[in-house]
Nanobody, 125 residues
Framework: HVQLVESGGGSVEAGGSLSLSCKVSGYTYSSYCWGWFRQAPGREREGVAVVGRDFSTRYADFVQGRFQIFKDNSQRISRLQMNNLKPDDTAMYSC????????????????????WGQGTQVTVS
């Protein structure tokens, strides 16, 4: 059973930066895909970024070069570096992981992930 725990959320002013981390425990594969998602109150969950087993990445259009996703298989960690944050980025951010089976772009939708963390709150004022 895979468990994911996020950390690094907080409150920042617009233009600031935050680095989110997702630590996984349990049996994992180096062939895992990782993803970061967010959900703001009253809005649907949306994909932010995904990274594949070959370290290739995909980002949502709204990222516009401001965020970067990383993964470290040896440490079982995924990170989301967020720069130039905007008030619209305020949301609960969650990480997800699964064995990669499909084209990476598929995973931005979120439905292909089977393990999820509880989330960490990001507030931008």
């Amino acid at each position: 059973h895979v468990q994911l725990v996020e950390s690094g959320g907080g409150s920042v002013e617009a233009g600031g930066s935050l680095s989110l981390s997702c630590k996984v425990s349990g049996y994992t594969y180096s062939s895992y895909c990782w993803g970061w998602f967010r959900q703001a109150p009253g809005r649907e969950r949306e994909g932010v970024a995904v990274v594949g087993r070959d370290f290739s990445t995909r980002y949502a259009d709204f990222v516009q070069g401001r965020f970067q996703i990383f993964k470290d298989n040896s440490q079982r960690i995924s990170r989301l570096q967020m720069n130039n944050l905007k008030p619209d980025d305020t949301a609960m951010y969650s990480c997800a992981a699964t064995v990669c089976r499909f084209p990476l772009s598929t995973y931005l939708g979120g439905a292909a992930f089977d393990s999820w963390g509880q989330g960490t709150q990001v507030t931008v004022s």
